[in-house]
């Protein structure tokens, strides 16, 4: 893997039709983000709830006018209906297809969002010496629904999906601590322990994602999660929504610690 | 109570012999100490043991020189051997009298050892609105051994004592959050859960303290706790200690907001 690709170089390659698999372990030390794009007329009622629902939904960069596919806040040159690996297409709130750019789906009206992912945080606690479970084991992260509601905002509304990491207490100590730090990529846990507390019945069947061990002496540790916005979004219905691919993300220009706010 | 009472008022008081009772709740927002008083051959050493166990044994302050009984670091006019309202005098490592001054026990090669005290993080989970049981209960703070050795310096050595304040796991998020940002006043928890994981066998028999209420959905947490040097000293066996006597501490004119790192 050429690790030492920088992300602009990454970029170039998605643009030309040469890369187009999963971006994690890519760029190591540079902000990847979640993509959302929405017609102005649902933008504005999902900007209002990211938020009002900064933990599972941190806007990162967002168009600066509707119809602004070119995003230089997050880095030189991005297009964001060019630069992504991989797209979904979701109409009516249905999956309709999946395609390697959107020049020919995107609108005038459209508005791009890129939220924090937490492959920022994963990095952080990595370089800290913490285990990070879904990746020892090679899957992806377990991801559960929960009972804690979003506050709504117009047709955006629904409960929070959380991602979970298995950890010894001294380590979730050290992982509150390291995770308070980026607020801008869901910030500190908002649960451990009993699944059953936030409404998870069954720790070994994740709603999304795939089950991890959970080994003697350890806690569940849960973190709020960028699928929450999807789901929001699915229940919303809007008539058009283009979002990346899981695992295919916006590879930025920021380094991951420019979101540290200390 | 006369809250308004300013430290410096408070310890005139001390020192005039009107005040003799338990210094909390008393200059609220205002840094208060736990005291240890060594001969300097066991000074040296136990400043070691501090500085090589921080989260249990964090120095706020300490005699410039032995002998030297005036603090003027920590607060106006501070004569150690007078402004602390009771004191326990401890002789080959046992508890043999208990004084309201310590001028007729003071030695020219003495050294005062001022270390943070758990009462300046309560204040700041209080005002973040979080609840601590045993002040909700009125009772002292439960406190436990544990098996989590200490470094050793000399004759000084031990396992660490913890403290115990219940918390549901999203009020115990916000703590460590809090806390941490503390890290002179034991800083964050050490641990949360399973007592057993750190060797206590009954959560409520307290070694030191009282048992309080643990309710159903809440989890123990558990912080590094000022009485692991009163341990360690008594294991140490030095000829002559003093300290204060437990809730009547040094009130010093630090705002506790001076401890913040952050």
């Not at 504005?44 to 509707?66: H, T, V, W, Y």
């Not at 979904?88 to 309709?96: A, H």
């Not at 979730?172 to 990529?185: E, K, L, T």
Request: proline share 8%; aromatic share 8%.
């Amino acid at each position: 893997m050429p690790v030492s690709l920088s992300p602009y170089a990454l970029r170039q390659q998605i643009r030309q039709g040469s890369f187009t698999g999963n971006t994690s372990g890519y760029c190591a030390g540079y902000v990847q983000g979640n993509l959302a794009i929405l017609p102005k007329a649902f933008a504005d009622e999902f900007l209002m709830f990211c938020q009002l629902n900064p933990k599972p939904c941190p806007i990162i960069g967002m168009s600066a006018n509707p119809g602004e596919f070119m995003l230089p806040d997050l880095g030189q040159d991005i297009d964001i209906r060019r630069d992504i690996p991989r797209y979904r297409i979701y109409e009516d709130g249905k999956l309709t297809s999946e395609v390697t750019d959107v020049v020919e789906y995107w609108q005038d009206d459209m508005v791009a969002f890129l939220l924090g992912c937490s492959f920022s945080f994963e990095e952080a606690l990595i370089a800290d010496g913490l285990e990070i479970r879904n990746i020892t084991e090679q899957v992806n992260v377990p991801m559960y629904r929960t009972n804690i509601a979003c506050k709504s905002a117009g047709r955006f509304s629904g409960t929070t999906v959380v991602s979970m990491r298995p950890m010894k207490p001294a380590d979730a100590i050290r992982a509150i601590q390291i995770c308070s730090r980026f607020p801008s990529v869901h910030g500190a846990p908002l649960h451990f322990g009993d699944p059953a507390a936030i409404g998870i019945s069954d720790i070994n069947h994740p709603d999304f994602g795939d089950a991890v061990t959970i080994n003697e002496g350890e806690v569940p540790v849960f973190w709020a999660c960028g699928v929450t916005p999807q789901v929001a979004i699915e229940s919303a219905r809007p008539p058009i929504c283009i979002t990346h691919s899981p695992g295919h993300m916006l590879v930025t220009d920021l380094p991951n610690s420019r979101l540290a706010i200390l």
